[in-house]
């Protein structure tokens, strides 16, 4: 812009100055066009790491590499704007995809629990039931109940369901509370 300030010049005597000033300028844009490609090169290879996480079989391992490629990226820069662009959807949806798989098997994980809590919440209420009706022919059902609660796997949720069978098993075992078949 400074360089136009300047005009109108005659053009014969600016032509040595102007090609000099174009040199200079072609000379910076191949150095910036460097920069730029090393940069892209760069994100490439970024690209194509995440791209392999989103098949990794450890997914806390690849979310976790996903973390710290995204923050090498940043400090990386930019490329040629073009070029950058293309480079961070290629980026992002792998990213994307290797998250996305961890909200799934985080979803699954708690579907899974929360069946498990179901369940046994259905085997605490039944052995509540047989609490009140417990003679020495339903102690047998109440020690079934327990062995198919016993086998689920809950987690720390299932405090109140547990509580819960203990009281009816309490209620339907003998004294020494041990259940009879």
């Known amino acids: 812009r400074e360089w136009q300030l300047y005009f109108p010049v005659d053009r014969q005597p600016a ?99 929360q069946e498990q809590l179901n369940q046994a919440e259905l085997l605490a209420q039944a052995m509540e039931k047989l609490a009140l009706e417990a003679d020495d022919s339903l102690r047998s059902e109440a020690m079934h109940l327990e062995e198919s609660f016993q086998a689920l796997s809950l987690g720390r949720d299932a405090a109140a369901v547990r509580d819960g069978l203990r009281q009816g098993r309490g209620r339907v075992a003998p004294p020494d509370g041990a259940l009879e078949p």
Request: aromatic letters at 6%.
């Open 15 to 113: 032509r040595t100055v102007q090609d000099r000033f174009h040199a200079v300028l072609q000379s910076l844009e191949a150095r910036l066009e460097a920069h730029w490609a090393g940069i892209g090169q760069e994100k490439q290879l970024l690209v194509e790491q995440a791209q392999k996480l989103v098949s990794a079989d450890d997914l806390r391992v690849a979310c976790d590499k996903a973390k710290e490629l995204q923050q090498q990226w940043r400090e990386l820069g930019q490329a040629s704007p073009r070029h950058d662009r293309k480079l961070w959807k290629e980026f992002r949806a792998a990213c994307d995809a290797v998250f996305k798989r961890r909200d799934d098997a985080v979803k699954t994980r708690k579907d899974a629990q």
